[in-house]
């Protein structure tokens, strides 16, 4: 008996999702260019190609070459915000934050629509900034509503720097 029911993507996948995504773009791109690359080594020495050559290259070039900037793009934001995230988890400042919007995205994972949290905090200064919570399940997400109160971190000599905890506040 087949199920039409998807499997749940997990936390640990959507907080990774860009570097996944990058991880993937990459690879198919690094394909490309090696397939240029046996490409040319197989028809540079055939006369009967002669200038054409470039045509046979043209494509696997380019994909090789969009794909691989574009997903190591992906990667390095995907693991500069990983780095972020865990500076502020390790010393940022604990604070309350106002759900202010609860908003579909344009991504999805196994056929899920990925949701996020919009929110403000103030700092301990008094100034007013505003956040996302990232990727979140449709039901991690849906279980807030406008007006909520959950926990962030912040980074205290760059406010505008903070991390999405949720209701779980870690430990000081």
Known sequence: MRSDRQPRPTSAVIKRFEVWFG??????GVGALVAASVLFLTLRNDPSTGSTIWAYLGA??????????LGG????????QLRKEAR??????TTEATVSAVEPTNT???RRRLWR???SYEDMNGGLYAGDSGY???????????GDRAFIRYDPAS????????REELPE
Request: glycine residues 12%; charged residues 15%.
């Open 60 to 69: 696997p070039l380019g994909v090789g070459t969009a794909f691989t900037l």
């Open 23 to 28: 991880g993937i773009f990459f690879t198919i």
């Open 159 to 166: 406010p505008s720097a903070n991390v999405w905890l949720g």
């Open 88 to 93: 502020l988890r390790e010393s940022g400042t």
């Open 117 to 119: 949290v919009r929110y």
């Open 73 to 80: 793009a992906f990667i390095w934001r995907g693991l500069h």
């Open 136 to 146: 979140l399940t449709a039901e991690d997400a849906q279980s807030y509503g406008v």
């Open 108 to 110: 999805r994972v196994n």
